[in-house]
Every structure is written in C-alpha cells, then in structure tokens.
C-alpha cells in the first residue's frame, strides 16, 4: 500500500534500503509554521516561505550553543552524539525532541597526506520523508561519496525528528503491517472501498495512539529549523548540504528560511513546493508511466522479458502487466513465506514500483516476474515490495512508512477528503498512467484520517541573498518528475539547473561523470555548473 510520497533513489543494493522511498503521499511545505508573505490574496500558490530574523531568539540560545559530545558508533570511523532541539519552537520551554546525529571525520583532518584542509560539514539526507540519514551516511554517503569530497568535509546525517534514531514515530506491529501492506488498492465495489478506508483509519489510528504529542510537531519546517541548530552545534557558519527526493524539499526550506545561511547546497531529484498534494500525486503517477515505458521499451528487446514475445511492443507489455495483475486481484499467489503472504495485486504493485526507482533493478524485476506469471512463484516480486516498506526476515519493519506518512499528512491538506472525491478523480489518474494511476490515485486518500489536522500548505521558495543552489532533475525520473526540478530552479533566486538526461530516481552517483564532476567542482571549489548545463 503506497502510502509515502517522494521515494528514494534505488542505487546499489548497499543503498537501496536507505534510498528506495516511493512519494505517494505528496510533498509538502510547512510555510504556516514559519510565516509566509501572500502576493496574491486567496491563492496560496503564490505564499512565499519567508526568511526567518537573523538573529537568535533569546528563547533558543541554549539550543544553539550546546555542546555535542560524539562517542563511537556503527562501522569504524563514525562518531554519534544526541542533539536536543525545541518540540515546539512556538513554545521552546514546552519540552525538547532528541535527534541523534552521525558523523565521519574529514579524512584531510586525520591524516598528514590528506591534500588540502577540511572545509566543514557537508550534511546528507537521503529522502522519504522517513529515510535514515544516520543509514545512508554508514551505508553508503560516507564511504561511497567521491574521495576527495569525504577526504575535505565531515560527512554528517541527522535523523529528523520522528525517524529511526530520533524519537522515531510508531503506529502498527509487525503483523498489523503485513496485512495492511496487503489490502487491495484498487478497489472494485463498496466492500473493497470500505476496508481500504478501514485500513487508513487503523493506521491513523495508531499513529494517533503511540506518538500524539510528537505528530503536532514533525513539520518539514521544524525539521529544517532543528539542521540550523545543528550547523552551530557543528561549528559551521554556513550550511553545507546534499539533499535527495524530500530531501531536497528539506534543504529548499532551509534555505528559504535561512538565505544568508546557505553555503554549498545540492538539491538531487527536486521537489515542487507549490504544488497542492493532488497535483503532486497525479504527476508523480504520470512519472511513474514514463518510467515504465522507459522500462517497457528495454524489456521488448530482451530474450528474457516474460511480458514480450515476438513482435511485442512496450504498448504490449503494458496490457500483460496490467492483466497479471487483474489475475493476482482475484488469485493471489504464494511467495514461499515463513508468515504464509501471498503476493496479490497490491504487492505485486509495490514490487514492480520499486524496481522504476532505477534501471539496474529492471534485471531483477523481468527474473521476479518471468517467476510469477511462469511459474507462480511470487517469492521476487515479495522480496522487492519488502526492500520498498523497509521489513526485515523476523517481520519487523523500519519506521519509515509510519513517519513518511506523519511528515506528508501535516505538511499538506490532504488530496481528498472522501472515498467519493477519488472516484471522481480516476479517470484523471488513469489518463496519467494506465498501469499505477488507480493505486496512487486510493493510495492519495490516506491523509484524510490523519488525527492530526495540517499546518502547511503550497508555496513557493524563493531564497533570496542566497548563495548558488545546484538543482538536478532528471529527465525520466519516475518519483521526482523532472519539471518539479524545473520549477524548483525558477523560484529559488540563486539557483542554478542542472540536467540529466536519462532514467531512475536522482543523478549523483549513479554512474555519470558529468554530473558527478560537475556536482564535486561545486562542493570542492564552489564553482557552480552553469544554469541549464545537460548531461547524459
């Protein structure tokens, strides 16, 4: 059940549970925590993020100036320590969220033939909203960044609040998350309609009941707010950032909130902030089928497609997926399961989703489906919709689903309100894709029981004073469409676009050159590339 919204890149199988998360539920922007100015009286497209006053309130000085005490964690190398920040920074004397922070020394700072001197912090962020930062940086950022980019700045990640390490948001058990994982997204009558209504509500339900307090206050915002906290913490004057998918909607923030504050930032796979939550999920939907094509092009010329055959067109391959999966709605499959799931249409959805993240999947993906139509074997398409919701071999999942799902419900209204709002809607979604259009288009009712009312809106980020922001879009990336890169690039004042014409989700380090040494000029020498430079 598609429940999150701005996926993660699904890169090398080091990364992928750290980069995999699909966007479903909407990106967001808290503009109403932090002020907005209007343009445009009644139309909050045109709100803009405004920047907060430069000096520290006298409320938050002792958040500022703390002292980190780092102790060693995880692989050789990494360093933790806990951060404290304000729950509500309205009322700072109301309580304190602790954020756990990683980091991995410059290499220039603990070694005498290391070239050069270290400049700072560089943060990551891999995306979700719910994705470990603290993950991605022991899994990959951290050892698997350019050379020379780890051997000049301390890698650093901070869980935000209410993911992984820091005060994580909890709603289902392990079983409670099987079967939700696997009611039918598509519904075909009233009794389906109701239980996927039932399945939203008793999720809400147990968000509500094992993280109240916490839900009011896990805003794109607040989280933005707490990495300024952490630049002084760090010692840094400015912000040094590299943010994918929601990630890139998290650094955007910070910098409308804090132009004068922005030092190197790199916004992968970007987000559109003025986009209402709707829209976002129809035109990640429309994203979704332009990756597919891509994928359906690739797989006619394969001799290992089970969706070709002779003469078959990826228009073809289109209609035999969406026909398996009209046959796994009615006849689910089984998957050899120690807990007895069968993979249905809903799984199967989520698997088949999972390997658009990026093209080297689409190997993996033809041998999981060659498995179940073949040999009704869903054991593939299972392991590739685990890897999406995060769930281990005991059963356990990563609270990733449950805190992608708190962070989207409160930064936007939701996209519909009722079950009758969506069906209206389908003809819409199924226009933009014909293969995923009716699950993301249910899969967008799920904020509508949020316990927890909204404070966001759509806006627009404009940051102005910053410094150079580097923008990537890629052009058939299917989580992050690349006109919301295009957008992005347009309001952000200072921005600077960068394109990648190719597919999956982001463009760093995945294997272009171009890119890459365009993106490690801009972090090594602070030279960013020209505005609108293409690469393949």
């Avoid at 430069?54 to 806990?82: N, V």
């Avoid at 991995?104 to 979700?128: I, Q, T």
Wanted: aromatic residues 8%; charged residues 20%; neutral net charge.
């Amino acid at each position: 059940m598609h429940t999150r919204r701005t996926p993660r890149h699904a890169r090398a199988a080091a990364r992928s549970k750290v980069t995999l998360l699909a966007a479903v539920a909407a990106l967001l922007a808290s503009a109403c925590s932090a002020g907005t100015s209007t343009t445009a009286a009644g139309n909050a497209a045109q709100a803009v993020l405004a920047a907060l006053p430069r000096a520290t309130p006298s409320a938050l000085a002792p958040y500022y100036t703390q002292k980190l005490r780092w102790r060693g964690c995880g692989a050789p190398g990494f360093e933790c320590t806990t951060m404290k920040a304000p729950l509500d920074y309205a009322d700072p004397a109301a309580g304190d969220v602790k954020l756990a922070v990683a980091r991995k020394k410059a290499a220039a700072s603990e070694s005498a033939g290391a070239r050069g001197k270290p400049y700072g912090s560089l943060l990551v962020n891999p995306g979700g909203p719910g994705g470990s930062a603290i993950g991605y940086l022991q899994s990959y950022a951290g050892v698997g960044y350019p050379a020379e980019v780890r051997s000049h700045y301390d890698m650093v990640a901070m869980d935000p609040r209410g993911v992984a390490r820091s005060e994580p948001v909890e709603c289902l058990s392990g079983p409670q998350m099987d079967t939700y994982t696997q009611v039918d997204t598509t519904p075909d009558d009233h009794a389906e309609t109701d239980a996927l209504a039932g399945a939203y509500r008793k999720f809400a339900e147990g968000c509500g009941a094992h993280a109240a307090g916490l839900l009011r206050h896990v805003s794109t915002v607040e989280a933005a707010r707490d990495m300024d906290i952490l630049r002084a913490a760090l010692g840094d004057p400015k912000l040094n950032y590299v943010g994918a998918s929601y990630g890139t909607f998290l650094g955007a923030t910070y910098a409308g909130l804090f132009p004068d504050r922005v030092g190197r930032v790199v916004l992968d796979g970007a987000m559109d902030p003025t986009l209402t939550a709707r829209k976002l999920n129809l035109e990640q939907a429309a994203g979704f089928e332009t990756a597919f094509q891509a994928f359906a092009e690739d797989c006619v010329r394969q001799p290992d497609c089970p969706l070709g055959g002779k003469g078959a067109t990826p228009a073809r391959v289109r209609d035999r997926l969406a026909a398996f999966f009209r046959k796994l709605d009615a006849h689910p499959i089984p998957a050899g399961d120690a807990d007895g799931r069968k993979v249905g249409e809903a799984l199967a959805t989520t698997g088949v989703i999972t390997a658009m993240y990026d093209e080297s999947s689409w190997p993996r993906l033809r041998e999981a489906l060659t498995s179940a139509m073949k040999e009704n074997d869903g054991a593939g398409l299972l392991t590739l919709a685990d890897s999406y919701y995060e769930r281990d071999a005991e059963g356990h999942y990563a609270n990733l689903m449950f805190a992608n799902a708190a962070v989207n419900c409160l930064d936007l209204p939701p996209a519909f309100d009722t079950p009758e709002q969506v069906e209206k809607a389908l003809p819409e979604f199924k226009r933009a894709s014909p293969v995923f259009g009716e699950g993301l288009a249910w899969a967008s009712l799920s904020c509508a029981y949020w316990p927890v009312k909204p404070t966001g809106a759509p806006h627009r980020i404009e940051a102005r004073g910053a410094a150079p922001i580097v923008v990537v879009g890629t052009t058939r990336d299917p989580a992050t469409p690349y006109r919301w890169a295009q957008s992005l690039a347009r309001q952000l004042s200072s921005a600077r676009l960068l394109t990648y014409d190719g597919d999956g989700h982001t463009a760093y380090v995945r294997g272009s050159r171009c890119i890459d040494s365009a993106i490690d000029a801009y972090l090594l020498k602070g030279t960013p590339p020209a505005d609108g430079k293409r690469c393949s």
